[in-house]
């Protein structure tokens, strides 16, 4: 969250912000002079410009952050196209026969490696083609279908759900969907939807979540036919594999050149390419994921995606949807643990009865069963509503990761208690021994990258905080920026005693407050009820914290944490009322699924609205400064620690590669 506003225009009646006019330069003008050396203003101010700043269309979460339950935004629950669904069945039914019957998932956990056939395979079938039109040779399946499927094949071996989903959530297809030319579009999505291998490469060596920093270069050829690109690329999704790369450079800022964070499509093959190295992980062993080195590539100006400079504003306006794809591996994890903890519960007796039925291990299952149930609705309303178009997801996507990775990992974690000295015990020294081959400890590792990938927690939490806190600050923003003058001081105070005297008002009484409320729900609407009231309390909170705070509510993370956990759960909670009330007559036991969930969510809820203001945040901040010191160092004697001859981060200089190339090309079928 950054409190560096431009004065920006006053919000709306639904919270949303008009389209600014551009300054002269716009992004580019906000990065620095120099790549990795940033201060924490400019590095903050790049984060900025790259986000979409208008909220054209209504947005549930952001409602929601406000103190407004826009129920009606959720319900009656979306529906889909029934020929197009029935379509997507056809595809998803013909994807779980390949699967069950040509797809090995032990044989790439034992190898760390997606062998060609199962390439093949996938391409014949057109799964690297399923979010791609099918103008172009897809199967144009909607984001729904698209994350059944994710999910389907993320059951059978996590590598291939994150090798789909990296080709088409981030990879060249959906950036070219939603900001690429027709001829770009002709050019490049026959060849992925055919079975080519797409990636998506931003991460750099000492370059994550900070774009600011930067450093690969994309210089502009003297004839104007092109660009050289020169950098290093980290963790490449894919970037073993991938013949159609995007890739985000700076393009230096020059007369009559906007300049900026830039993305291109690369071809995999061009020369000055070298893949490194395949890295290595905890899980998801059969990933391939490089470091790779680009020296004086050569890239037709023809290959730039949205024009330049808007390349931050592409990778996150292609990630509100794209996120999506990972929760959907989540919700598959969570029901595979379901299904392994229901059947082992019930069948291993111990002290004379199911160990399911005791109440240590009846907590974790009751838990498992509400939260997959949680999960798997917050997932399909986003899909839901990002196919139909109609409503700002940015929020919503953003909350169904933070919340399905954090959730998931907790799931497999109670799954490793639940199955004892088993859930640590491999799949193959199980068989080995003649019992099922359940890879628990398989499946937490795999899961374990959900909380890092695409965002991780701390991170999501921050970016979620900002698009919450959006409405305060295009009032107030310039009321607490240091750097602002008098003069801006003074407008930004009139427009947010303008916008609060409204605002206010309507976080003291709500449709919460009424025992009637809500009654077409039955016995779920004093969950709805709930969730209207803690809304209020939720803005309230944050109204509170920010006129507290001011300017260093930026640095209050766990604070505004906390605001974003209580707020998933109070989606979540909204959400499993709608489906479940929806599917009343089809699906009675949904309804019981989500009452539990619902009284589950209470009970985290309240612990962290108490959470908010007592804590023992500012005393961790204050240890964490003398950790940081030194001051305890000596608590770190009396063990072997890693060896120090190396930097943490690998530095790396310009230039053709001195390593060999380790990329690999899949043959095409026969």
């Not at 797809?103 to 093949?120: H, L, S, T």
């Not at 300049?259 to 070298?274: E, K, L, W, Y």
């Amino acid at each position: 969250m950054t409190t560096t506003q431009n004065s920006r225009p006053e919000p709306d009646a639904s919270g949303g912000t008009p389209e600014p006019t551009e300054t002269s330069g716009g992004t580019a003008a906000l990065l620095p002079s120099e790549a990795g050396h940033v201060s924490e203003k400019e590095a903050r101010q790049v984060a900025e410009a790259a986000r979409e700043s208008t909220w054209d269309r209504p947005s549930f979460g952001k409602s929601l952050f406000l103190g407004r339950f826009r129920l009606d935004l959720i319900n009656p629950w979306p529906s889909s196209d029934a020929d197009e669904d029935a379509r997507a069945e056809e595809f998803l039914a013909r994807l779980r026969e390949y699967l069950v019957t040509e797809v090995d998932g032990a044989a790439i956990e034992r190898d760390a490696r997606i062998p060609d056939e199962v390439f093949q395979g996938l391409g014949r079938l057109g799964a690297f083609g399923m979010k791609i039109d099918r103008t172009y040779g897809g199967l144009g399946l909607s984001n729904l279908q698209y994350c059944r499927a994710l999910m389907l094949a993320g059951s059978v071996s996590p590598a291939i759900g994150a090798l789909l989903s990296a080709h088409q959530s981030i990879g060249v297809p959906q950036p070219l969907k939603m900001f690429g030319t027709a001829e770009q579009k002709q050019r490049f999505l026959p060849r992925l939807a055919a079975g080519e291998v797409s990636a998506f490469l931003l991460t750099e060596p000492d370059v994550g979540s900070d774009p600011a920093r930067l450093a690969t270069t994309a210089e502009p050829t003297e004839d104007g036919t092109g660009y050289r690109l020169n950098g290093v690329k980290l963790w490449a999704t894919n970037g073993t594999v991938a013949t159609l790369l995007v890739v985000m450079a700076r393009v230096p800022a020059g007369e009559g050149r906007r300049g900026g964070i830039t993305a291109f499509v690369v071809d995999g093959d061009a020369d000055g390419i070298t893949v490194e190295r395949r890295n290595g992980f905890l899980g998801l062993r059969g990933l391939e994921n490089s470091v790779t080195r680009f020296h004086d590539v050569f890239v037709p100006r023809e290959n730039v995606i949205g024009g330049e400079g808007k390349g931050l504003k592409i990778a996150l306006t292609t990630l509100n949807t794209g996120r999506l794809s990972l929760p959907a591996m989540c919700v598959g994890a969570g029901k595979w643990s379901l299904n392994v903890a229901r059947n082992w519960a019930a069948d291993r007796v111990q002290w004379g009865r199911p160990v399911g039925t005791h109440e240590a291990v009846a907590q974790k299952l009751a838990f498992m069963a509400a939260t997959t149930y949680g999960m798997e609705t917050m997932l399909e309303i986003c899909c839901r509503l990002a196919d139909d178009d109609r409503n700002d997801i940015r929020i919503e996507a953003a909350l169904v990761k933070l919340y399905a990775s954090e959730m998931a990992w907790r799931i497999a974690d109670d799954l490793i208690q639940i199955r004892g000295g088993r859930g640590y015990e491999t799949a193959e020294s199980l068989t080995a021994r003649g019992e099922r081959p359940a890879a628990v400890e398989q499946l937490l590792r795999d899961v374990r990258i959900n909380r890092i990938f695409e965002g991780s927690t701390e991170i999501m939490h921050l970016l979620i905080a900002r698009e919450a806190v959006d409405a305060h600050l295009s009032v107030a923003g310039d009321v607490i920026d240091p750097d602002a003058g008098l003069g801006r001081k003074a407008k930004a105070g009139a427009r947010a005693g303008a916008f609060y005297a409204k605002w206010l008002p309507t976080l003291a009484v709500g449709r919460g407050q009424s025992p009637r409320a809500y009654a077409e729900f039955g016995p779920l609407a004093g969950h709805l009820r709930q969730v209207e009231r803690v809304s209020r309390k939720l803005a309230r909170s944050t109204f509170y914290a920010m006129s507290r705070w001011q300017g260093r509510m930026e640095r209050k993370q766990a604070f505004l944490g906390r605001i974003v956990d209580i707020g998933a759960e109070l989606f979540a909670m909204a959400a499993v009322c709608v489906r479940a009330h929806a599917e009343r007559d089809t699906r009675p036991e949904n309804v019981e699924l989500a009452d539990l969930f619902c009284r589950q969510a209470r009970v985290r809820v309240d612990a962290l609205l108490t959470a908010l203001w007592e804590n023992t945040d500012s005393v961790d901040v204050a240890a964490a400064k003398r950790i940081l010191a030194g001051r305890y160092a000596d608590l770190e004697s009396g063990v072997i620690t890693p060896p120090d001859e190396l930097p943490w981060v690998a530095r790396w200089s310009p230039g053709p590669s001195v390593a060999a190339d380790v990329r690999r090309r899949i043959p095409p079928p026969q």
